[in-house]
């Protein structure tokens, strides 16, 4: 009877514990939780995980705004160790709709995801980890997914070590194949902690990308070299002629 006292009573004082943490989640006036994903319909809940080694329950969730459900959109960050919450606004340049996915929790890093403007052939992903020397989450890995007629192109940049990936997938209509090709490089960024994230740090790195597809591969250059003018003879020509 003492043990089931006991264990009842540790039970009730965590379930206590996190309800208080949970209250620490105070939503905005004229703000409320999503419910429900406008990106693709799926169950929007708050995540509990724990970002770093402290053994406390962190909170996230994603709220609106009443008036301008897909306009005015923050994500919400409650950090136990610290007390603090932490606001995320995503707010894109040119953006007027902001299609959130549902959270995740992947390898106990955060992800949050999003699609622009009712565009569903764009979607941008953004993954969190915790940082030890900053003492705060960060972004560890950065994806963007964007669709053009048959072409399909993922970019990838992980943040960690700097290394970029984009893949084309292309869709031969007429053999209902596709053909893969990708590029890649390396470039090393600033940490960029949740509490300075803004848009401008994921348009640095998509113009970093950008000018990777913008680069003209050494071999072509080097086989437009060797091709001949217009209106010039080669010496093989020349040799025939004599």
């Keep these: 009877m003492k043990k089931l006292l006991l264990f009842f009573g ?5 379930m206590f514990y996190a309800a208080q943490l949970q209250a620490q989640l105070k939503i905005p006036k004229g703000y409320t939780e999503l419910k429900k994903s406008p990106a693709n319909g799926g ?7 724990r970002q770093d080694a402290d053994k406390k329950d962190d909170y996230v969730t994603v709220i609106s705004s009443k008036e301008k459900p897909t306009e005015e959109v923050k994500i919400l960050f409650y950090q ?11 707010v894109p340049a040119g953006a007027k709709e902001i299609l959130m996915f549902p959270l995740r929790v992947v390898k106990q890093e955060l992800e949050f995801s999003y699609g622009m403007n009712g565009d569903k052939n764009f979607a941008r992903f953004v993954r969190l980890g915790f940082d030890s020397t900053l003492n705060q989450l ?8 964007i669709k053009e ?9 992980n943040l ?18 596709i053909h893969r090709s990708a590029k890649f490089g390396t470039q090393k960024v600033a940490t960029m902690t949740i509490e300075d994230l803004n848009d401008a740090f994921f348009d640095t790195l998509d113009e970093i990308m950008a000018a990777k597809e ?29």
Excluded: C
């Design 160 to 177: 960690l070590t700097g290394e970029y990936k984009i893949t084309y997938n292309n869709l031969d209509n007429s053999t209902n194949q």
């Design 43 to 49: 169950m929007m809940k708050r995540i509990t995980f």
């Design 10 to 14: 540790l039970f009730s004082g965590s």
């Design 80 to 90: 136990s160790k610290e007390k603090k919450l932490i606001s995320l606004n995503l």
């Design 149 to 157: 007629n048959d072409v399909s192109t993922l970019k990838a940049y």
């Design 214 to 242: 913008r680069e003209v591969p050494k071999s072509a250059s080097v086989k437009d070299q060797d091709k001949p003018k217009p209106g010039t003879k080669t010496k093989s020509s020349r040799k025939k002629k004599k």
């Design 138 to 145: 960060a972004v560890v890995n950065y994806e963007t997914y």
